[in-house]
Nanobody
Framework: QVQLVASGGGVVQPGGSLTLSCALS????????VGWFRQTPEKERDFVAA????????SYRESVKDRFTINRDNSKNTVELQMTSLTPEDTARYYC??????????????????WGQGTRVTVSS
C-alpha cells in the first residue's frame, strides 16, 4: 500500500521561508510523479508544483514559480518543496500526491491516485 506523509508545516512571518517534505513508501517501488497541492476552506485544492520521477521535469503554479522549488531524492523516497518569500496568500494546508501512471507532472489534482494527510502552513505577522 502506497503511503505519503507530509511534514514541515508551521507558522512563519511574511517574507519567511519554509521547507515541506513528503515521504513516500511503496512496497512495489513504482516510479511516481509527485505533486504538491494546497487547499483552504474557501477554495478548491490548487496545484502548487510537481516533479517527474527522474527529477528532470518540474512544473509550477505561476504565482509560486519564482519563489518555490520542488526537488526529490529517490534514494530517500522524499520530495521537498522549498518555499521562500512567503505571503499570507500562501496560507493553506499543503498536500503531497503521487501517481505511477502519469506520463509527466500534472496540475490536475484528480489524476493523482495517492495522497498524504497534509501539513498546515500559516503565513502571518
Amino acid at each position: 500500500q502506497v503511503q505519503l506523509v507530509a511534514s514541515g508545516g508551521g507558522v512563519v512571518q511574511p517574507g519567511g521561508s519554509l521547507t515541506l517534505s513528503c515521504a513516500l513508501s511503496d512496497p512495489t517501488r513504482g516510479r511516481y510523479i509527485v505533486g504538491w497541492f494546497r487547499q483552504t476552506p474557501e477554495k478548491e485544492r490548487d496545484f502548487v508544483a510537481a516533479i517527474s520521477w527522474d527529477g528532470n521535469t518540474r512544473s509550477y503554479r505561476e504565482s509560486v514559480k519564482d519563489r518555490f522549488t520542488i526537488n526529490r531524492d529517490n534514494s530517500k523516497n522524499t520530495v521537498e518543496l522549498q518555499m521562500t518569500s512567503l505571503t499570507p496568500e500562501d496560507t493553506a494546508r499543503y498536500y503531497c500526491a503521487a501517481d505511477a501512471n502519469l506520463p509527466a507532472p500534472d496540475s490536475r489534482h484528480f489524476v493523482y491516485a495517492h495522497w498524504g494527510q497534509g501539513t498546515r502552513v500559516t503565513v502571518s505577522s
